[in-house]
């Protein structure tokens, strides 16, 4: 009966252990990339997005229109708080928050990676923009963006 006991708590201890890393890790995540944007780190951002890349519903094809975009952004001087408002992990209706095309959730189906995240971070003046991504082990790869709204 001790054992049974001894066994439950160690694996309520694993599970809960499991949840904290996974939002330690999308804080990381999150504040890693707001402080990206936040600097004008376009070149850095660009580095790691994904080709195709999707940008609120829309395919982005060529690596250097995506480029263009984190430019526009860094330009314009929009700044995220890197504090993380919502993490989600992407699950089969995930590709809805970027559009209602069969475009986008083909993008999900066929680019976007197991274990991505979605991130909603707020802007400096108070909207929001979701982030889609994936890191491990050191790596990252942005998705797609959405925002600000």
Known sequence: ????????VAVLLVLASCASLQRMSD?????WVAQQLNEGNAVEL????????????EIIALPEDTAA???????????????????LAVVADTWREFGSTRDVQVFFGKYVADGARLFELPTANGRRVLVLCRSSWGSRKLYGFKGPF
């Open 69 to 87: 975009f984190w430019n526009g952004l860094a330009k314009a001087g929009v700044k995220l708080d890197t504090e993380l408002s919502q993490a």
């Open 46 to 57: 660009a580095a790691i997005s994904s080709s195709p890349f999707l940008l609120d519903g």
């Open 27 to 31: 804080e990381k995540g999150a504040a």
């Open 1 to 8: 009966m001790l054992a049974r006991v001894a066994t439950s």
